[in-house]
């Protein structure tokens, strides 16, 4: 233990005395441990977020958008949910304890005294706080009484209160909306952003009736509803049921698409992983590249070490080192370089997440799995790298070392 203690002690020494050596080899590590660790970092965050957002968006719900896949390629939003079909679902589908129509009003200016703000109008009941589990912390939420008697009240997202109010207290007080008087009830709690970026503090809430006569003129035809199940088990089953029945209630021909798209926790998944995939990707090849070209340079660097320290090895090896020693020695420089290479690269992963966090507002996640992997990838490279050269050393006999 003595002996393998000072073979340690000499390696460090070693590495504090060839600094130009270190300090490349080191640098070059940290760059692909950096890619490395920014990749773990990536993956987890976007997981984190995807579940984050399917726990926000209900693992019981189901969310029914007009128009189809075609319309929204082309960027046409088809009317295609009429507000009867809401009532048709909740008549048919027993297990379903929250059906929420919902009509959006988008880029709509609102305004309170001198102050304006462009905002997400959303008409919808009642239960819409309860249907996206959405608390209100200030005043009160709608009632049944707001959306039959088509009032004028609403409920503000955070937001949306501080850019009118700012620290007063919005609840009672009047804003105009397209010039229409509507009093703030309550105040919804904070939200935080969707996975594409779309504030969601950011909107007003008024009952579905106000919206539809006397914001877009219409009786009928509705933007979107949520369906919340209680078997949370079938929600895949329910779809599939769901999905029929309103072809059936829309009269769909069979060979057409569905007129309608059913967002599921399913599909909030899917699209978070295939955004955060091309990313990890690109991030991946780099990382991978930087470890390569890492592994190359500290091989290179230490085999010429090895050629300057032949005096050095062959006076170590006739006091009484051993091959082992000597071996042992060299691998211990590579992977303290690399380790430490490990961690600038781990420090600039963070600051690098960081960086990208705020100019594409992408979810980062740091664990001990981003370390730990880092670390070991810096191990592995040291071992790799430093192999061929250590050997050399260890096989350097001491009178040839000498006499060079």
Known sequence: MKRLAGIIKQAMKAVTAYKVRSFFCLISVALGISSIAIIVAATEGAYKRAFDMVGRFGPDSLLVVGG????????????????????AVRQAF????????????????????????????????????????????????????????????????????????????????????RRIPVQVVGVLAERGITGAGHKLDNRIVLPITTVMRKLVNETQYITAFRVRFLDQANLKAHEK???????????????????FRIISPTAIIKFLVALSGSLIAFIGIAGIICLIVAGFVLANLFLLSVKERTKEIGIRRAIGARRRDILVQFLGESVIVTTLGGMVGFVLAIFGSRLLTYIAEFPMHFSWKAFAMGMGL???????????????????????????
Request: glycine letters at 8%; proline letters at 6%; aromatic letters at 8%.
């Open 241 to 259: 049921e769901l999905r029929l029945f309103l072809r059936q209630e829309m009269g769909a021909p069979d060979d057409e698409p569905d007129p």
């Open 94 to 177: 027993p297990t379903a304890y929250v059906v929420v129509p919902m009509t959006f009003v988008g880029d709509t200016v609102v305004s309170y005294k001198n102050k304006k703000h462009q905002t997400r109008v959303i008409g919808s009941t009642a239960d819409y706080s309860r249907a996206w589990t959405w608390p209100v912390i200030q005043g009160s939420d709608l009632v049944e009484e707001d959306i039959k008697g088509l009032r004028n009240v609403g409920l503000i997202g955070q937001e949306l209160s501080r850019e009118l109010f700012g620290e007063m207290d919005p609840v009672g007080k009047y804003i105009l909306v």
């Open 68 to 87: 189809s896949e075609e319309s929204r390629a082309i960027g046409r939003q088809r009317k295609t949910i009429k507000l009867a079909y809401v009532e």
């Open 378 to 404: 810096s191990w592995i490279v040291g071992i790799t790298a430093g192999m061929q050269p250590a050997s050399r050393a260890a096989q350097t006999e001491p009178i040839e070392a000498i006499r060079e």
